[in-house]
């Protein structure tokens, strides 16, 4: 079904290698959100959707990059499906018990960045890591772009709290 929504033999090949590569990891995350099977598979089909109406901003298969925008949009769609079935409440508890997994030789800013919450860490990751724009990550988290804005800005100063003088030049 994905592939006839795709124009060119080149973007088809690309989305079938990252559908295989990831599929799983994108089902586990969903999982841990929704705690559902049906539900986890609803939110896996939904980010695959936007993948491919967004595949020209995927340089390429593997990489960090890539990885990590396949995971934000599938936890984000879990989490949206979250809402649509049960109590705000319970989805804070849920967005709680994520973590993002660093490398251990990330550094300072990895691990000021692991303190941060979870939005800051997205919004963080997929506007100076991938390069997406403030107009693009609202699309993304269902947000408008100047509550994107307004939560890198936030980010950066909760960062500039967290970092040593000496990393930040202050």
Same mark, same amino acid.
């Given at each position: 079904m994905y592939l006839a929504m795709i124009g060119s033999d080149d973007d088809r090949a690309k989305f079938e290698q990252i559908y295989y590569k990831y599929r799983?990891?994108?089902?586990?995350?969903?999982y841990q959100v929704t705690e559902n099977r049906e539900d986890a598979e609803d939110a896996v089909q939904q980010a695959f959707?936007? /993948?491919v109406e967004n595949l020209g901003?995927? !340089?390429?298969?593997s990489g960090a990059r890539t990885r990590s925008f396949l995971s934000i949009i599938t936890e984000h769609k879990a989490i949206d499906i979250v809402r649509k079935r049960r109590p705000v409440i +319970?989805? !804070?508890?849920? +967005?709680?018990? %994520?973590? /993002?997994s660093l490398p251990e !030789?990330?550094?300072? %800013?990895?691990?000021?960045?692991?303190k941060l919450p979870r939005r800051y860490q997205d919004v963080l990751l997929l506007h100076y890591h991938n390069g997406y724009s403030a107009r693009e990550i609202a699309k993304m988290l269902g @947000? @408008?772009?100047?509550?994107?804005?307004?939560?890198i800005w936030r980010a950066?100063?909760?960062?500039?709290?967290? %970092?040593?003088? +000496?990393v930040t030049g202050a």
């Open positions: 799983n990891l994108m089902y586990h995350i969903a959707l936007y /993948v901003k995927v !340089d390429s298969v +319970e989805l !804070d508890a849920a +967005e709680k018990e %994520l973590a /993002v !030789d990330s550094g300072e %800013l990895a691990r000021a960045m692991a @947000s @408008s772009p100047a509550a994107v804005r307004k939560s950066k100063e909760a960062l500039g709290k967290l %970092l040593p003088e +000496e």
